[in-house]
């Protein structure tokens, strides 16, 4: 029995973090009847996301995922579906309720042996049967595995403990993320750093319940994330959160059976203060199109170095685009990992001049701060400021400014190591 003290919890808003509900692709969905029209429209909507879904009056004790719709029946629901789920393990259960939005999370006593589980307590309000079907669709597909509570404002709230494990999976294809074919490294679209980096500050976003900005530290690539399947069926990547404490989380982007190919820690902070960040007064200048294809592999839709100032032993300076003016399609950025990109592209520039030549590839970042969510408009100034030199690795920080001086976004300890020849 759930005691009633336990869901009596601060719920906070919060925004969803872009990441699906783990194993919503890796097999047929059941979809119970809410009585009310919801559940065939849910079926709909999941189908024309690629997702195979079917309404059915009752769940076959082999089912591999439940989207349980009781919880909103014009009726009083019986405990059929608690009873056929017992003593069994499947793959994903999803529990809909409505008590006003207010009071997620019976998915888990009803499903405790499953991986993927959740609860949303989505208000029906004077919503049409079709506006709630949209509503839990989209924390479906853009929601990850966090209990949520939907009002009928548009509100989404979570409990906030900051306690609990929270995953959410990404499908990666051409056209989930067509702008990634120009991230090629050997025939291969890479996933890049600069895109992880937006994962893990949704991740902290959505996930963290105090207010402040998303801070990543101690970034680590473990090993690089090759899309093998981009143009055939796709890649799917997990990321996973587990806390560290109340305050922090601790990150990690997980690919096929499960392999870690990134490692952070994140947390929100309030009132940080930016750094100075003053243009190197070594500068020399450089040849214009610095996209050579080797050193600079990156193709269209990542060219985001629009003009480099100079660049010198005591760092670099530029003038970059982001995401909007390089056509990456998505209705939600938590940062701007295309000019992101473009400033760890400066800082391989700079890199360049001082390893006599040799390509690098950034390999981890100490700190990473958002000083504002969302993408950046306009152009941006980009300041590389040196650090230590190796023989084969370098290490610098990056300033990302509005035209007006404002620091955006900042990058510290950017590790650069030295591809292979």
Not at 257 to 266: C, F, I, L, Q
Not at 297 to 316: C, K, L, N, T, Y
Not at 344 to 371: D, F, I, K, N, S
Request: aromatic letters at 6%; proline letters at 7%; hydrophobic letters at 40%.
């Amino acid at each position: 029995m759930i005691e009633l003290s336990e869901r009596c919890k601060r719920m906070v808003e919060v925004p969803p973090p872009g990441f699906a509900l783990p194993g919503l692709r890796g097999g047929p969905l059941i979809v119970t009847d809410d009585g009310g029209g919801v559940a065939r429209q849910v079926v709909s909507r999941l189908a024309a996301a690629g997702i195979a879904a079917h309404l059915h009056p009752t769940v076959p004790s082999d089912a591999y995922g439940v989207i349980h719709l009781g919880g909103l029946h014009v009726a009083p629901a019986d405990d059929t579906v608690a009873r056929t789920l017992a003593g069994r393990s499947g793959g994903v259960f999803v529990t809909v309720q409505d008590t006003g939005g207010r009071s997620p999370g019976l998915a888990g006593p009803a499903a405790p042996d499953w991986p993927a589980v959740k609860a949303i307590d989505c208000e029906r309000g004077n919503r049409t049967s079709a506006a709630i079907a949209d509503a839990i669709v989209r924390e479906l597909l853009g929601g990850g595995s966090t209990d949520v509570g939907l009002r009928a404002d548009g509100t989404r709230t979570t409990v906030a403990t900051g306690t609990e494990r929270s995953t959410g999976e990404l499908q990666l294809d051409a056209a989930t993320h067509p702008y990634l074919a120009d991230h090629d490294l050997g025939g291969t679209p890479v996933v890049p750093v600069a895109l992880v980096l937006e994962w893990f500050a949704a991740a902290a976003l959505a996930w963290l319940p105090e207010p402040g900005s998303a801070v990543i530290r101690d970034l680590s690539v473990l090993r690089k994330i090759g899309l093998d399947g981009y143009g055939n069926g796709g890649n799917r990547v997990t990321v996973q959160g587990n806390p560290a404490d109340p305050a922090r989380l601790k990150l990690e982007l997980l690919g096929a059976r499960d392999a870690r190919h990134y490692r952070a820690t994140a947390s929100r902070e309030a009132g940080l203060r930016p750094a100075e960040w003053t243009v190197p007064p070594d500068l020399a200048p450089v040849p214009p199109d610095v996209y050579d294809g080797r050193v600079l592999f990156h193709g269209p839709r990542f060219q985001a170095i629009r003009e480099v100032h100079g660049i010198g032993a005591g760092g670099a300076a530029a003038v970059l685009t982001g995401v909007a003016d390089l056509g990456w399609p998505g209705r939600t950025w938590h940062t701007d990992p295309a000019a992101l990109d473009g400033g760890l592209q400066l800082a391989v520039l700079w890199a360049r001049q001082r390893l006599l030549g040799r390509a690098t590839l950034p390999m981890g970042v100490r700190e990473y701060r958002t000083h504002r969510s969302g993408r950046f408009d306009g152009p941006t100034r980009c300041v590389v400021r040196a650090g230590g030199v190796w023989s084969d690795a370098a290490e610098c920080d990056i300033g990302f400014l509005g035209a007006d001086g404002t620091v955006r976004a900042e990058l510290f300890g950017v590790s650069l190591i030295a591809r292979p020849a």
